[in-house]
Structure formats: structure tokens, C-alpha cells
């Protein structure tokens, strides 16, 4: 049972550059999510998507977009990657309005030079 | 808008020390309340949780108490182990009727455990 699989797991752009980061999950939920990790910062909210069809911005959503491509997946797209975008990335899902019930990928580490 | 605040440590501790780790939020409505771990390498797991006042969450011998008067949700443990080193955030999410809008976390406190 894989849960939430996110790839790659490591990744080195220079700035100007652009990639996206792929989440799928395999629990049939609703819900799923995309935060940052920063040291100090905890973990902040870029993008998420409440149901298939739907893509709200979170607290720090500048410089990223995001694609729900169905129920599974849901990608986190950085257009012109600036150094300020070096972080961990980490995908979760959850059912409908279940508060708390994450599920969380193992994280991408990114590194803009 | 909404917020939690925690110790940041590192916090280090003797193994089959008693641990505390205080965690208090501020929040619009009513909110559930989280602790979830995080292992070196790892994503975040759910560790514990509570949806209401006075609820007790536990889980692998981790309590914390929904406090709603002095908004608090402090994590204990009788007797650490050094297999309980890792990250821990606490976090809250409040259900807006329009959909999961994700939880808000705090910093994280790293725990030692030192055998």
C-alpha cells in the first residue's frame, strides 16, 4: 500500500528554471494538499484542492500553480524557480472534511542555485 | 486568522524522562486540534488528535488535552524512549462547511532522547 508517492525525492534547478512536482495517492480521497518546509518556519499551505475539479490558494502560493489532474493526482508546478523556492515539498491527502486525517508523501527537496 | 505557537527546542531528555511539549492556538470558530510526528527522512505522521473541549487524544503512550480556556494542547509522555526522537508539530484545522482548507502548524520541536 503505497499511501501518498511523490517524485522525485531530490532535485537541483538553477534559478530561472521550471519543473513540477508530482503527488498521487491511492486512498480514494477527496482531498489533497501541497506545504512547504522551512527551517523555523514549520509547514506552510501553498496550494490545495478541496475535491477533483476544485484548486484554492493557501497562505504562500506566490510562484507556484498547481493542476488536480483527477482524483489521484495533483501537481505542484514551479514556472521560473527562484532561490527563495530552496525547500522541502511535501504532498498530503485527507477525506472530504476530515479534519486531521493526512496522509503525507515523503517529501521532494528542492535546491534552486 | 489562525495560529499555533510551540516550543522549538531541540528539547533533550534522558530516555524514561517525562515529557511535556506546550503547544496553545489562537482560532476563529472551533477548532480540532493535531499532533503529528515527523522521523528523520520522513513525511509527517499523525500522531494524535482531539475535535472538541476537554477531549483527550493518546496514542502510543502520548496524551494532550483540548483546553479550551487557556487554548492550549500540550503533549506529554509518562517515560520517553529514544525511538521517540523526531520532530513534532502541533497543528488545527477549522472545517469551514466549503471543504478541507487545510490545517495550520506550528514551527515543530525537535526531541532528543539520549539513551
Known amino acids: 500500500n503505497a499511501g501518498v508517492t511523490q517524485t522525485p525525492k531530490f532535485q537541483v534547478l538553477k534559478t530561472g528554471q521550471s519543473m513540477t512536482l508530482q503527488c498521487a495517492q491511492d486512498?480514494?480521497?477527496?482531498?489533497m494538499y501541497w506545504y512547504r518546509q522551512d527551517p523555523g518556519m514549520g509547514l506552510r499551505l501553498i496550494y490545495y484542492?478541496?475535491?477533483?475539479?476544485?484548486?484554492d490558494k493557501g497562505e504562500v502560493p506566490n510562484g507556484y500553480n498547481v493542476s488536480r489532474l483527477n482524483k489521484r493526482e495533483f501537481s505542484l508546478r514551479l514556472e521560473s524557480a527562484a532561490p527563495s523556492q530552496t525547500s522541502v515539498y511535501f504532498c498530503?491527502?485527507?477525506?472530504?472534511?476530515?479534519?486531521?486525517?493526512?496522509?503525507f508523501g515523503s517529501g521532494t527537496r528542492l535546491t534552486v542555485v | 486568522g489562525n495560529s499555533v505557537t510551540q516550543m522549538e527546542g531541540p528539547v533533550t531528555l534522558s530516555e524514561e524522562a517525562f515529557l511535556t511539549i506546550n503547544c496553545t492556538y489562537t482560532?476563529?470558530?472551533?477548532?480540532?486540534l493535531f499532533w503529528y510526528v515527523q522521523y528523520p527522512g520522513e513525511g509527517l505522521q499523525l500522531l494524535l488528535k482531539?475535535?472538541?473541549?476537554?477531549d483527550k487524544g493518546s496514542n502510543k503512550g502520548f496524551e494532550a488535552t483540548y483546553r479550551k480556556e487557556t487554548t492550549s494542547f500540550h503533549l506529554e509522555k509518562g517515560s520517553v524512549q529514544v525511538s521517540d526522537s523526531a520532530v513534532y508539530f502541533c497543528?488545527?484545522?477549522?472545517?469551514?462547511?466549503?471543504?478541507?482548507?487545510?490545517?495550520?502548524f506550528g514551527k515543530g520541536t525537535h526531541l532528543i532522547i539520549q539513551p
Open positions: 482531539a475535535t472538541k473541549a476537554d
Open positions: 486512498m480514494n480521497h477527496n482531498s
Open positions: 497543528a488545527l484545522g477549522v472545517y469551514s462547511g466549503g471543504g478541507a482548507d487545510g490545517l495550520t
Open positions: 482560532a476563529t470558530g472551533y477548532p480540532s
Open positions: 484542492s478541496a475535491s477533483e475539479g476544485t484548486t
Open positions: 498530503a491527502s485527507s477525506e472530504w472534511g476530515e479534519l486531521g486525517g493526512y496522509t
